[in-house]
């Protein structure tokens, strides 16, 4: 058990271990920045992941990049500027409000509306329905009770 | 009901338009941000001569390639002997980036397989690469005579790449509003 339990705790410290091995910054302010921001940021090389999970050479060089900046006192905004004018809004896992994004925003919306619309046109069609199946089969039982 | 049948194949039909174009695509090619604008600037160490630059101001007055290659990118290997063939037919000069690599694997490279590049720049920490956009190597970017960039291309670039996303646009006139 104790043995299983080492062993556990052992490849669970290679992947804690593996990502990203800068020091974190003295800063905790700074740092929990500097985490939240590559958690939002996504990997080019291996598009589903976010670059903080990633250990692809872009992720690396990204996490320095963004550090450095951090470090130089820029702001979140102007983190995801950078990396918006470089690598385009697909960088971002929660990509801006802007024109060209706008339909990726709306679209659960509309498609939302689009699903309760249809569902109001099919229930009142259902309700103006003269008479429902159910209730012709009801009858027709207790017709075949009364007989019996 | 005849409309509920009009409305599944309508529907039907245009799932399989979506599905035939959207799956088609290569979900790797990202649209370059800077398609139709100043390419970034740069400058670094030669990767031949470290005491001379490689800049984005060599690059203008004329089209040119800029070409972002590393050793151990085995696109980069594919593509090579074609850009050999291309730079050896003077249709354009050909920059070099040498992204994440190591100087004498580099200099060996070139020795083995032949330089096409009239001169590459030596991007060993990639910082020049973060600014030009690269995310995977090779990466193919068409730059005009005012440093504006045309065209990106990502893999290996081949002939048919070439007439087909290039060479309409080497014809292209630019600059010179007068």
């Not at chain 2, 020795?111 to 060993?124: I, T």
Request: charged fraction near 25%; aromatic fraction near 10%; hydrophobic fraction near 45%.
């Amino acid at each position: 058990m104790r043995q299983a339990l080492a062993l556990v705790l052992l490849f669970w410290s290679l992947v804690a271990a593996g990502i990203d091995t800068e020091p974190a910054f003295e800063d905790e302010a700074l740092q929990a920045r500097y985490e939240k921001i590559i958690d939002e940021v996504r990997c080019l090389k291996c598009q589903n992941q976010t670059i903080k999970d990633s250990n692809a050479f872009l992720a690396a060089d990204l996490r320095r990049e963004i550090r450095g900046l951090l470090a130089d006192g820029k702001s979140d905004e102007e983190v995801y500027d950078f990396l918006v004018e470089r690598y385009g809004e697909f960088a971002l896992y929660r990509p801006r409000l802007s024109g060209k994004t706008l339909i990726l925003w709306l679209a659960p919306a509309l498609l939302v509306l689009g699903g309760v619309f249809l569902l109001v046109r099919i229930l009142r069609r259902r309700m103006s329905l003269p008479i429902d199946d159910e209730a012709l089969e009801l009858s027709t039982d207790d017709d075949a009770h009364a007989q019996g | 009901m005849m409309l509920r049948y009009i409305f599944l194949i309508v529907a039907f039909i245009a799932l399989m338009v979506m599905f035939s174009i959207g799956l088609r695509k290569d979900p790797s090619a990202l649209p370059s941000p800077f398609i139709d604008k100043a390419a970034p600037a740069f400058e670094l160490p030669d990767l031949e001569d470290p005491q001379k630059t490689v800049s984005r101001d060599d690059l203008l007055g004329k089209k040119t390639l800029v070409n972002v290659w590393a050793t151990w990118c085995v696109g980069c290997r594919e593509e090579h002997a074609y850009l050999m063939q291309l730079a050896q037919s003077g249709a354009i000069p050909i920059y070099g980036i040498n992204w994440r690599d190591n100087r004498d694997d580099a200099l060996r490279w070139l020795q083995q397989y032949g330089n096409p590049y009239v001169a590459s720049g030596f991007d060993a920490d990639a910082r020049v690469g973060i600014d030009w956009g690269v995310y995977g190597a090779p990466e193919t970017f068409l730059v005009d005579e005012q440093g504006v960039v045309l065209h990106k291309h990502l893999g290996p670039l081949d002939a048919v790449i070439w007439q087909r996303d290039f060479v309409p646009l080497l014809a292209l006139v630019t600059g010179d509003e007068s």
